[in-house]
T-cell receptor
């Protein structure tokens, strides 16, 4: 297992377009988290899954955002009708249920909305 | 309310100096974890350490050491004999059982080590 993979690494999109990001976690980790990081800030929690169940969503996750983890393996994060304020690095992390084995982060997807 | 406070926004030191990065946290949970991550200019988050709330032993790993004090809700990070390669943004984070153990990050401290 090579760690947490995120695709694409970079995405430039026009305002109003929809975008989808993918995250492949470490296979034995049943928790998967999405975070957003803007310039000069720490990562901010968006949502997390335990297996295929989405257990918590931050208030940062507006109704334009949707995340899925259909088979409890990879996850997708979709942003509809993108806005310039959505420009950020979107990070995925995976862990076991209590984080005792630590959280492994992917390299992120950098979204630029023009 | 900010659960993790890193009051130092930027620190600049000269190589070989010791530097301490401060972290103060807030939680009502009795079971929680504290973390430090390093984010170099390349952008990836590099895990440095995890402590659980029941283990207040200080830890040393090479030039890195961590001081966990529950009485002051602090988890400070010291780099001894800093090197240019230590230049990065360092984040302290808290995970609590009542939030699904999601990481709650501070705003980070940008460390610049100059030759």
């Amino acid at each position: 297992d090579t760690g947490v993979s995120q695709d694409p690494r970079h995405k430039i999109t026009k305002r109003g377009q929809n975008v989808t990001f993918r995250c492949d976690p470490i296979s034995e980790h049943n928790r998967l988290y999405w975070y957003r990081q803007t310039l000069g800030q720490g990562p901010e929690f968006l949502t997390y899954f335990q297996n295929e169940a989405q257990l918590e969503k931050s208030r940062l996750l507006s109704d334009r955002f949707s995340a899925e983890r259909p088979k409890g393996s990879f996850s997708t994060l979709e942003i509809q009708r993108t806005e310039q304020g959505d420009s950020a690095m979107y990070l995925c992390a995976s862990s076991n249920p209590t984080g005792e084995v630590g959280y492994t982060f992917g390299s992120g997807t950098r979204l630029t909305v023009v | 309310a900010q659960k993790v406070t890193q009051a130092q926004t930027e620190i600049s030191v000269v190589e070989k100096e010791d530097v301490t990065l401060d972290c103060v946290y807030e939680t009502r949970d009795t079971t929680y974890y504290l973390f430090w991550y390093k984010q170099p200019p390349s952008g990836e988050l590099v895990f440095l350490i995890r402590r659980n709330s029941f283990d207040e032993q200080n830890e040393i790993s090479g030039r890195y050491s961590w001081n966990f004090q529950k009485s002051t809700s602090s988890f400070n990070f010291t780099i001894t004999a800093s090197q240019v390669v230590d230049s990065a943004v360092y984040f302290c984070a808290l995970s609590e059982s009542n939030s699904g153990y999601a990481l709650n990050f501070g705003k980070g401290t940008s460390l610049l080590v100059t030759p």
